[in-house]
């Protein structure tokens, strides 16, 4: 099955610089990546995702890049705020395998003011 | 639109006791899934669900039972348990077919502590 490794498990950032969070997979046949923030006591929710056939996407101060010839992805924040704080999931989804959703371990990010 | 409903928020069971996890969506989602959340391991699918009739296991089945009588409700049992299951666990739904309107939509989640 799909095994997403997710680096770094915790990040500390001063606000108002830029935060990067990393993924990789294991299943070539893998065609959507969605990013959930978890804040604290909260349910997961979407942030930003991108399909296979896109290679960047962006959405104000966020970005995802997809490379998948190394089959990694990664989450771009830019200019930080404390409201960015939370833990970031990222999961694959292979379109072969019922589109069952493998998520990353998590990253724990602080924004520090 | 109430989106993914899933209760209890909270409990406590002692082991070997049974109890069942309930969640409903009214989105008419086709694919729906349980996973647990543990420490420094992320969400791990316990069962999922592609349509009403047909189930199957995830990652972690070991000691749940789930069900999928209508698109709507996808409810989790746990048979005998055991304090491994200790977690917060989590409902989600999402269509399933091709590229589109993939988002995953998660309920509130249940703390479940097993003493």
């Known amino acids: 099955g799909e095994n997403v490794e997710q680096h770094p498990s915790t990040l500390s950032v001063q606000e108002g610089d830029s935060a990067v969070i990393k993924c990789t997979y294991s299943?070539?046949?893998?065609?959507?990546f969605p990013w959930y923030k978890q804040e604290l006591g909260k349910r997961p929710q979407l942030i930003i995702d991108i399909r296979s056939n896109v290679g960047e996407k962006k959405d104000q101060r966020i970005a995802v890049t997809l490379n998948k010839t190394a089959k990694h992805f990664s989450l771009h924040i830019t200019e930080t705020q404390p409201e960015d704080s939370a833990v970031y999931f990222c999961?694959?989804?292979?379109?072969?395998?019922?589109?069952?959703?493998?998520f990353g371990a998590g990253t724990t990010v602080t924004v520090r003011a | 639109n109430a989106g993914v409903t899933q209760t209890p928020k909270f409990q406590v069971l002692k082991t070997g006791q049974s109890m069942t996890l309930q969640c409903a969506q009214d989105?008419?989602?086709?694919?729906m899934s349980w996973y647990r959340q543990d420490p420094g391991m992320g969400l791990r699918l316990i069962h999922y669900s592609v349509g009403a009739g047909i189930t199957d296991q995830g990652e972690v089945p070991n000691g749940y039972n789930v069900s999928r009588s209508t698109t709507e409700d996808f409810p989790l049992r746990l048979l005998s348990a055991a304090p491994s299951q200790t977690s917060v666990y989590f409902c989600?739904?999402?269509?399933?077919?091709?590229?589109?309107?993939?988002?995953?939509?998660f309920g509130q989640g249940t703390r479940l502590t097993v003493v």
């Open positions: 989105m008419n989602h086709e694919y």
């Open positions: 989600a739904s999402s269509y399933s077919g091709g590229l589109s309107n993939t988002e995953a939509f």
């Open positions: 299943d070539s046949a893998s065609n959507y």
């Open positions: 999961a694959a989804r292979t379109l072969s395998n019922d589109y069952k959703l493998s």
